[in-house]
Each structure stands twice: as structure tokens, then as C-alpha cells.
């Protein structure tokens, strides 16, 4: 089934000035914004070419810390973007990264401009920590958790200083992360705003869908869900979305290189899955039926047992469980 390494053997000769911009694009803007630029890309204003960024990046061992979580074809994928048309003139400015295990906190965020003077504001959803996993659970007992506040911040900061339309978006949280900013930031900043993308990532808590911001800017959010979605269905999104054919099953269809592409989108379903809509059933049930305190205190509970290992990451965990 063809996937998104084959999406730039079809397309990657093809310029975003004869072919504008679309889902399967969102997405490849989304995993670059996964890599830990630090020391590469800066946190201001200043542009750094994508081919000069990447070359950093896999010359410091930059595959290495991409952690158990990630898809195995993002590697292959960034390497080959420098080398066709559609991407090798992209530009990476304004790379934002916080991680405080105090506060359970987790945050990492991106800008793109791509050929054409459009900007993509790229939210990374959940890294290989402990930290970031905890703080996703807190989407269910929070107002806001601290890097929706992040979030707030960066994309308001990011309209200060980047002229033009913006385009939002992410993967798993940073998809949560690209609606609630967009939802969040002052009006003037939302009239900037184009399409937001949220790429497979959980809702919110039904008083967010409420709020005027979100009312103004949910004609705008594109949710993408694989057809056997398990973390974005998680809590409530009352968005049109579109259902995308995976070729993995359970958790392993988050992952979007396991979405069948053509040379123009992700091939579409009719329908979520059967087990898909069963999980969704499921764990909406689980969170009605227990009190915000009851959620607090099994997420504390749960979280403190694998902190207590001394692992850090997942990926520690997985050893020390070898």
C-alpha cells in the first residue's frame, strides 16, 4: 500500500507553486517538527535553509533521539526532503522546546516557511517521556495544561513576528495543541489564521467547545483520523472530520505512515472501525463514571509507579523491564 515515502516519489518534483499545499503535505510538515533542532534552528525569527537543518541534525546522531515512539519512516523521509524540489526550499525558524518533569510539562514547537512566503506553525504531539505521556492524561482533569498555555503563547508570538496567513498544526497532542491555540489567541491573530490541522490527536473537555474562540475557528480545523483511531477519538471534538484507511491495526494506526496516500491526499473510509468505535464507546464511559478527583488520583498513582523505576523516558522503561 503506498504511504507517504512514495507520496514524494510522486510529488516531489512538484513545486508548491504548481501544486499548492495539501493534507499529505500538513503531515510531512508535522513529523519534521519532531526532530530536536536545538542548537540548529533558533528560537527567534531567523530562518535556517532545511537541507543546512537536517544535515545538523542526522551529523549530531539525530536518529538516535527520536525515541521508541516514533515511526521508523521519519528518518528515511526527512533525509530524502532535501533532495526534491517540493521541499528543499523550505525554511525552519522559531524551534521552541520545554521540558519540566515539576511542573509535567512537555512542549516543542516549529515554524516552517514554505516556498511562496506561507508560514506552518508545527506542534510536536508526545515525545518518548514519561512527562509528556502524564501531561496528555491531565487533558482530563485540566482546564488547560501547560503546554496549551505554551502553545497560546508561541502561536501568538509567532503572528507578531511572521507576516502573512498561518497555517496550525499536529500530530497526536500537538493536534490538540494546534486547536486550542488557534482557539485561544486573540481574534486579530485567529483572522490570520488558515487551515488547522489536527493530525489523529485527542479532543477536549466539552466546556472548551463552548468558548467563543473555538466557535470562531472551528470551521477551519481539518481532522484526520485513521480509520482504527484510538487517541483521536479521546475526549470530545464536535468537528467534521475525515476518516483515512490504515494499513495498521490498534495503536499502530496513530503512526500516518501507515495511511494509504495518492498523489494528492490520504485514500478515504466511510467509517471508523468497529473497534474504533467500541474503544471510543468504551473509554468515554470510563471518564463519565469517574469523578475528577478519582482521575487525578489514579493518573498520579499510575504515573508515580513508573517514575519510581527511575526511568525517564519509555524507552528506559522498556529496558529495565528486559
Not at 487551515?195 to 472548551?208: L, S, V
Request: charge should be negative; aromatic fraction near 10%.
Amino acid at each position: 500500500m503506498p504511504n507517504i515515502l512514495d507520496y514524494l516519489t510522486w510529488r516531489g518534483d512538484v513545486p508548491f507553486s504548481v501544486s499548492p499545499p495539501n493534507e499529505v503535505d500538513n503531515y510531512i510538515h508535522c513529523k519534521i517538527g519532531t526532530l530536536d533542532f536545538t542548537g540548529i534552528v533558533p528560537e527567534n525569527e531567523l530562518y535556517v535553509p532545511l537541507p543546512q537543518a537536517v544535515e545538523a541534525y542526522f551529523a549530531a546522531g539525530g536518529a538516535e533521539k527520536l525515541g521508541a515512539l516514533s515511526s521508523p519512516y521519519i528518518a528515511p523521509m526527512v533525509k530524502r526532503l532535501p533532495e526534491t524540489v517540493r521541499f528543499r526550499e523550505v525554511m525552519l525558524t522559531g524551534f521552541r522546546q520545554v521540558y519540566d518533569e515539576k511542573k509535567t510539562e512537555q512542549f516543542s514547537a516549529l515554524t516552517l516557511r514554505l516556498p511562496g512566503g506561507q508560514h506552518y506553525v508545527t506542534f510536536r504531539g508526545t515525545d518518548d517521556t514519561i512527562v509528556g505521556w502524564k501531561e496528555d492524561c491531565l487533558l482530563t482533569v485540566m482546564d488547560e495544561i501547560p503546554a496549551q498555555r505554551d502553545a497560546v503563547e508561541y502561536l501568538t508570538w509567532a503572528a507578531s513576528v511572521y507576516p502573512g496567513k498561518i497555517a496550525v498544526g499536529g500530530h497526536s497532542k500537538g493536534g490538540n495543541l494546534a486547536m486550542y491555540a488557534a482557539a485561544m489567541v486573540p481574534e486579530s491573530v485567529q483572522e490570520r489564521i488558515g487551515n488547522i490541522y489536527n493530525n489523529d490527536g485527542p479532543g477536549f473537555q466539552e466546556k472548551i467547545l463552548q468558548t467563543e474562540g473555538y466557535r470562531r475557528i472551528k470551521p477551519r480545523i481539518k481532522t484526520i483520523l485513521s480509520q482504527n483511531a484510538m487517541v483521536g477519538t479521546l475526549l470530545w471534538n464536535d468537528c467534521d472530520y475525515t476518516v483515512v484507511k490504515s494499513t495498521a491495526a490498534l495503536l499502530g494506526a496513530h503512526d500516518g505512515f501507515t495511511w494509504e496516500t495518492t498523489p494528492t491526499s490520504f485514500v478515504r473510509c466511510e467509517n471508523l472501525s468497529p473497534s474504533a468505535r467500541a474503544f471510543d464507546r468504551a473509554m468515554e464511559e470510563v471518564l463519565v463514571g469517574m469523578s475528577m478527583a478519582e482521575r487525578q488520583e489514579f493518573i498520579e498513582e499510575f504515573f508515580g509507579t513508573l517514575t519510581a523505576t527511575g526511568a525517564v523516558t519509555l524507552s528506559d522503561l522498556s529496558a529495565r523491564m528486559l
